[in-house]
């Protein structure tokens, strides 16, 4: 019997709805799967209140949830866990949330006193409110993994952003790799080695928690060379302005950036502007809103990516093996 990609196995089928976080991603993933977004009705009451009901029957469905941790980030993990209970009171076989870019992911230890580590919350409610298993892209430590009980499917863009680079690597003189950020090392390395390209660190140490930061030097040799600056985020932009201005000071030719995680938070878009940053190349796993686009900011779907993931985890095949592991 020839077995088609939407074959049923022991969920029945596809449904996928999205929260009020990102339509324009989730509609690019439904049609990635051949799938209508699922219908759903989302109020928020005077008392701001949030109401869900769905529009369709999910009793014995593979339900997915599409919810990204953008702004308003509070209202959009509220929401995104009435929907995961609407879906499980309609009584959905499977529910996997899918939230490309999870909120919280940067309080993920207690490194003070009397701090909470609000990424294990997180993970708890989404749990608590009855998500089976989640789907997610570059989260900010691979240990946050670890906060959930149930299972999950992390998946990286460095392919997608490795990919262009590669389509670029002749434009550029003497490429070079440069993490924004020590402990960003391990996965920048692998995007050296995929580009086989050198590579740089910056070494950063951070000052106060309002995400101020103070690079201190570069590590390894950027002197005469154009270099890719990678990071997991651009938040505030103040990581990366710092490791601009150190690898100019350094004798860099032209700077890239890339990055999985657009946030744009605060000053960051201004910031990015008067950098002297040839191209910023980004995902869209969150949104960025036409105020915030800058010319030199390229933008690659990773709908694709997580259309085929949820496809795999609908089949029941390895997901590894997409990324030949
Ligand atoms: C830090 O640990 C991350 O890898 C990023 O460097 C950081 O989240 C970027 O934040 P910002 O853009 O506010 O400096």
Redo the contacts with the bound molecule.
């Keep these: 019997m020839l077995i088609t990609k939407h074959e049923d196995f022991n969920y029945g089928s596809i449904k996928l709805f999205c929260g009020s976080s990102h339509h324009e991603l989730a509609s690019q993933v439904a049609t990635f799967l051949g799938v209508e977004l699922s219908q759903r009705e989302i109020v928020k009451f005077p008392n701001e209140n949030i109401f869900v009901k769905l529009g369709e029957s999910v009793r014995g469905k593979d339900v997915f949830i599409l919810q990204t941790g953008c702004p308003p980030v509070s209202d959009n993990i509220l929401e995104m866990l009435i929907m995961i209970d609407a879906v499980r009171r309609g009584s959905a076989a499977r529910i996997t949330l899918v939230v490309p870019y999870m909120p919280y992911g940067?309080s993920d230890k207690k490194d003070q006193p009397r701090v909470p580590i609000t990424a294990r919350l997180v993970a708890d409610l989404i749990q608590t409110a009855g998500a089976d298993r989640y789907i997610t892209v570059d989260l900010h430590a691979g240990q946050i993994q670890g906060f959930f009980s149930i299972p999950g499917d992390e998946v990286t863009s460095f392919h997608l952003l490795s990919e262009y680079f590669l389509t670029k690597r002749h434009e550029m003189y003497n490429p070079t790799i440069v993490t924004?950020?020590l402990?960003?090392a391990k996965k920048g390395r692998n995007f050296a080695a995929r580009l086989s390209m050198p590579m740089a660190f910056v070494e950063k140490r951070r000052t106060g928690n309002d995400?101020t930061?103070e690079v201190m030097t570069v590590i390894g040799d950027v002197q005469d060379r154009d270099v890719v600056i990678v990071?997991?985020?651009?938040?505030?932009?103040?990581?990366?302005k710092n490791t601009v201005a150190v690898v100019k000071n350094h004798g860099a030719r032209d700077v890239y950036v890339s990055c999985t995680h657009p946030v744009f938070a605060g000053p960051?878009i201004e910031r990015l502007r008067a950098l002297p940053i040839k191209e910023l190349i980004t995902t869209n796993t969150v949104p960025i809103p036409p105020e915030r686009m800058l010319s030199n900011i390229t933008v690659l779907s990773v709908a694709p990516l997580l259309g085929e993931v949820i496809m795999r985890v609908h089949d029941g095949r390895s997901v590894g093996e997409l990324f030949n592991e």
């Design positions: 940067r924004a950020d402990g960003f995400a930061s990071d997991d985020e651009i938040s505030t932009a103040g990581s990366i960051a």
